[in-house]
């Protein structure tokens, strides 16, 4: 064979199909105490998670978490629970399917860090379909070790294992990208707009302080606080909220040391100062899962409720909306 016919029988990079993966931290297989204690076990297990010595993170996972924590959590998802499983699971397989139909010849799978379809098998599904370069979207529009970083790094680990080691563009954080401030904004106008809220509660996932400084002293690319508050701003003032009404919050404390202040703290103290009517949106998840619809649409507004408020409205993510499907698009250019 000679080396022009060679070059010309040989699969060219734009002959291979383009890649996406989409890239989370998973949810438990189901909502049974087992399968979420055998989720919580690899989660918590993770150094980017919970950043100690190994030794320390096992007994605290192992002796005081794992024996009690599984049983609340299960309750939790089984209060959320589809029958197509997890909401996490389901609204980003269709955000996968969309992004498909809406990117003719573009191969799009799910891959999570501790849950299924596990990252393995999300490069293998890359590689059997013969997918060239592939275009990894974390989906997590700001930076923090405890999600990017450590879903990132679980990515990299799996892929330097290869023989084939796969080329990979990471998509970098996208906090304050118009696309994603513009796709917020068209699916929460029209909401807010009939809503009339008194307060707009932007909680946002809560961390300890300890990583926010470590993220913090890499400047603005690892500033998950800072971050944060570059995305609100995006939103109110493409919204043109009125930044007296806008409010800051932090979910999912766990332990104390942690950002405040607390998202729980603020919805049950809006109605003792005059805030009956609250609206609350989540930026820091782009899909509906256990943090929007239980903490936030249940376990939140019964707080609010309880504590004498009127109307509760709860912002749904923008998980597979149209508006949001073209803003990933434009992210991956």
């Avoid at 064979?1 to 438990?28: D, F, K, V, Y």
């Avoid at 891959?111 to 979207?137: F, H, K, N, Q, W």
């Avoid at 408020?309 to 499907?325: I, K, Q, R, Y």
């Amino acid at each position: 064979m000679t080396n022009t016919e060679t070059t010309q029988n040989a699969p060219s990079l734009e002959s291979a199909p383009r890649g996406i993966l989409l890239l989370h931290t998973g949810s438990p297989d189901t909502c049974e105490t087992g399968a979420v204690r055998r989720y919580l076990r690899k989660f918590l297990m993770d150094p980017y998670v919970l950043d100690m010595p190994w030794l320390l993170r096992a007994m605290l996972v192992h002796c005081v978490i794992l024996p009690m924590r599984p049983l609340k959590s299960a309750a939790a998802y089984r209060a959320i629970w589809t029958g197509g499983g997890s909401p996490l699971v389901v609204n980003t397989e269709a955000l996968r399917a969309a992004l498909e139909e809406a990117l003719p010849g573009t191969v799009v799978r799910v891959a999570s860090a501790y849950g299924r379809p596990s990252i393995p098998e999300g490069l293998d599904a890359m590689a059997a379909c013969g997918a060239g370069e592939t275009a990894v979207l974390p989906l997590f529009p700001q930076y923090a070790g405890a999600t990017r970083g450590g879903v990132t790094s679980v990515l990299l680990r799996e892929a330097a294992k290869r023989w084939n080691v796969p080329s990979l563009n990471i998509v970098p954080p996208f906090y304050a990208h118009p696309a994603f401030i513009g796709a917020l904004a068209e699916i929460w106008g029209p909401m807010l707009a009939d809503f009339a809220p008194d307060r707009v509660l932007f909680s946002f996932h809560g961390l300890p302080l300890r990583q926010v400084r470590k993220g913090a002293a890499g400047g603005l690319a690892y500033d998950y606080e800072r971050q944060c508050r570059m995305t609100m701003e995006g939103i109110a003032g493409r919204l043109g909220l009125d930044p007296a009404r806008c409010v800051l919050g932090w979910q999912s404390r766990f332990g104390k040391g942690w950002l405040e202040p607390a998202t729980d703290d603020l919805l049950a103290g809006f109605p003792g100062r005059g805030a009956k009517r609250v609206a609350v949106c989540a930026p820091s998840f782009v899909g509906d899962c256990l943090e929007t619809l239980e903490e936030l649409g249940i376990r939140g507004k019964e707080a609010f409720l309880q504590a004498g408020g009127g109307d509760f409205m709860l912002l749904p993510s923008p998980n597979s909306h149209p508006a949001w499907v073209r803003a990933v698009v434009e992210l991956l250019r």
